[in-house]
């Protein structure tokens, strides 16, 4: 339910050339693929499109022979699984209940909120045939499912003990766009989940906006370690067809665009209307619903992935990696390679039975160095080393991910203080990220300000008299090769805003700060 | 990937006309639904389809504004997740894991392995816009995913290292099939798990094959109580393009219907040719992998329905029930009501703490009467009633909904008096529904005997040749109204075959006893 009208302005690839002559860090670099047959041939610092799209490679996403269309790979698809169980078991505490409707929408339906269809209509997808015969009307697949579930809600809401309705699903949308797909981020199918509610008054309904947007917040700083800000989209920027959306808003340093990470909307009661989603109140009298429709999709994926991963490839948030520990042998000459490969079984059993997702690599074709590589590009948290010496001392050496820090550990304390370090690891993953964004954070007053920060790749700040054609005439005035910039939200929780502050591009008076930037 | 083929032989819908006359317990049917606005209005033994498609859509189904496309409400929607959550589990064990393919298909990879494909063809939806522009090629709605996939197992799969790889995903898939939909049983869209997995050896698939056709039948016999058939599918029957297909079949008395209930593929080596999933084997030599699929819908949660519901609706086994236990107030005039109202509350809660899924019915708009009638349709498999005299004597009433057995239990034993009715429920409704099918079987050595028990809508186990123009033969001569009969499964548990046994239809040796029977 991500609006389509921040689609309209379409990144364009960054075309910046490979570097061809090797720096001295990049010397290194290719020497370690050289002997590891492993590693990335791009940086992100350097040409982050290239490296986005090399990183997903490796194993998280496989390209698929229809352009925009790409394969999860169990490495992806794991840490989907992570957060729909978090998620999914959120939303049943609140008594929303989990349904499936149709991937199909006939013409008329899918036509019936003007507005609505007026964002979606460009990138639906029609099906026409069966085998080889015509389809009577041709059909749509859902790009999302207002049109698909109101004409139920219509259908089984009767009277106020009908309220609320609160129904989700997990499924697949298709959206067909036809520039610029990225892993992730943009692409023609993806997974999520869509809740669609009804209330009888709209405090609930506001009520649960932000509740379900909390959850969301919750699935970017707590699983993925990825700092966002929740607040409000613009009047341009939000749901087609609804009456307001929020979001949680993350931004990539590394191309100064911001992401729209998942959508809360009220829909008012714009849908009710079109859908006859009547009821009749506790004075017998016929009313009409408060909706909301919420959702968040395998884009949290992709944000992650750009968040966090580095020259070395992937790395993954410890509460969502599939693997947390990886535990390798480092056997040499003469020593006790049967009792070193024993100790690893042992530690990773001993992981296992603690609920710690770790695993043991054990293959005997690659040497130590090649499985470190190997894991690091995977991003796997926490790297468990043994050796001869760590035998010896009943220790083993343990390796951090996010930071390249070892230490050496007893093995008595194995379960306690690995633990310890996956939440450490955790924790420090959102504050560098955090300390990150919080450095492209610019405060701007004026028009000139404003341009100096956006090519300066910040996420601005800037005091808006939020007005809709203020914002068209932004996004026009700064339209380039790198796309225009717009809102990214409003956020709930505003700076001070002292008396008589105008607004950066109109000169009006201000109402609110605004994040601006460019977007995904 | 239930093989197209069988469907070749639609099913006619009876048409059998409604009783106009009501009999004697037809006239008490309509006095209760007269009195509580609820009920059936139609009796499973008297019109079975009409009974069906009533019965499911009272909390199960939606019927949808698409022909063939239903939706699933969270009633049916909670039994399908508890069904994933056990089998889901299950594969982990296995070492399978998930991932996500692609919706779409290009023609020109759905159409590489031809028997496939031909099996397939007439029902594949195809997708030729977008927005208002034509595509330029059409692109195809995945039936099945084999297709889909294997072109990156080709690419995955270099040396022996790389086997096996066991992926699984849960997904939706689109069959457009034009005559006589049937909620859950056939509908255009579905919800399935396909698991596709790649061996070294045929002897490593073999195994994995019967691996997951147990797991189908603990899924019917153990969650859905229903009695299912593990057998080998004949030559016309198997998946397209595979080499054999095992399933486990159940049975329908009512309409004297068999109904494929799952199926487990091994596929040989020729996907492995048409994809060229090649790799290095020890001895460094080109080898070919060995492949399976399996799968198994939301098919299951019909096959249940027909299994067990009544005239009442629906009777849901304990395992898979959303709500296990309802907890229902029975206040009387002088009563006291916030006592009573207390107990079910606590009672529920009770329970619900135990890990049983119970909920109270505290509506103060409806009698109990039409509360016991509402959860009867529901399907719920036991009621707990709290009146005056339950409180006064620290009891609770208990209601079967399979058999309508009543008992009283002392609130003390309360938790562990409930398990074990749940347990008896279920062992009762898996019981009654082999007995029943058992009732059904019949066998049979002569064509006028196969004949005689066809008509007699019997489960027919038949001495045959095994020969695919003798089973061509066979459909043909029995082509009628209500379906050809065809072979359901050769069971792999075989009852002895004596020397000199002759097939039924084509008086040559029997190679082995078949279940034969006209089907969904």
């Known amino acids: 339910m991500a609006g389509p009208s921040e689609k309209k302005e379409k990144v364009k690839k960054e075309k910046v050339l490979k570097e061809k002559v090797a720096t001295s860090s990049g010397q290194k670099k290719k020497d370690v693929k050289k002997e590891t047959g492993l590693g990335l041939s791009v940086k992100k610092d350097e040409n982050f499109g290239d490296w986005y799209s090399e990183v997903c490679k490796q194993d998280m996403i496989e390209y698929y022979d229809i352009s925009g269309c790409y394969i999860l790979r169990p490495w992806s698809m794991a840490i989907w699984e992570i957060m729909q169980i978090f998620f999914d078991a959120e939303i049943k505490k609140m008594k929303v209940k989990n349904c499936y409707f149709p991937l199909f929408v006939s013409p008329a339906v899918l036509e019936k909120e003007k507005d609505h269809i007026e964002g979606f209509a460009p990138e639906v997808a029609w099906v026409t045939k069966s085998g080889k015969s015509d389809l009577e009307i041709p059909i749509a697949i859902r790009p999302t499912s207002e049109t698909v579930m109101y004409p139920y809600y219509s259908k089984w809401i009767r009277g106020h003990r009908d309220l609320p309705l609160k129904l989700n699903q997990w499924c697949n949308v298709v959206r067909w766009e036809f520039s610029n797909p990225t892993p992730f981020i943009r692409s023609r199918e993806f997974l999520w989940q869509e809740g669609h509610t009804a209330f009888a008054t709209k405090a609930e309904a506001d009520e649960e906006v932000l509740q379900i947007l909390e959850l969301y917040r919750r699935i970017y700083e707590e699983y993925l370690a990825v700092p966002v800000v929740k607040g409000m989209k613009s009047e341009n920027e939000k749901f087609a067809g609804g009456l307001y959306t929020t979001s949680v808003e993350a931004f990539i340093p590394n191309t100064g665009r911001g992401v729209q990470g998942a959508t809360s909307h009220c829909l008012g009661q714009n849908f009710a209307k079109m859908f006859e989603i009547n009821y009749e109140n506790e004075k017998a009298e016929t009313a009409m619903v408060w909706q909301n429709s919420w959702a968040y999709s395998t884009r949290t994926i992709g944000v992650m992935i750009m968040t966090h991963g580095d020259d070395k490839g992937l790395v993954l948030p410890p509460k969502v990696a599939s693997v947390q520990v990886v535990v390798i042998p480092v056997p040499y000459k003469d020593a006790n390679t049967q009792g070193i490969y024993d100790a690893c079984t042992a530690t990773a059993s001993a992981l296992c039975e603690a609920g710690i997702r770790a695993e043991e690599d054990l293959r005997d074709n690659y040497s130590p160095g090649w499985k470190y590589s190997d894991w690091e590009m995977k991003g796997v948290p926490l790297r468990i080393e043994i050796g001869p010496r760590d035998l010896e001392n009943d220790q083993v050496r343990t390796v951090r991910r996010d930071n390249g820090v070892k230490e050496d550990i007893p093995r008595g304390s194995l ?68 796309g225009a910039a717009k809102t990214l939200c409003s956020p709930f929780d505003q700076p001070e805003l002292p008396e008589g502050t105008l607004c950066f591009a109109s000169g009006k008076p201000a109402k609110k700060w605004t994040y601006w930037g460019r977007s995904y």
């Open 415 to 482: 379960v306690e203080n690995v633990k310890e370090l996956l939440e450490k690891i955790q924790q420090n993953m959102y504050e560098v990220a955090k300390q990150k964004r919080e450095a492209c954070v610019q405060e701007v007053k004026t028009w000139d300000e404003f341009i100096k920060a956006l090519n300066e790749k910040k996420l601005i700040l800037a005091p808006w008299c939020d007005e809709e054609e203020v914002e068209r005439d932004v996004k026009a005035r700064t339209k380039g090769e790198t």
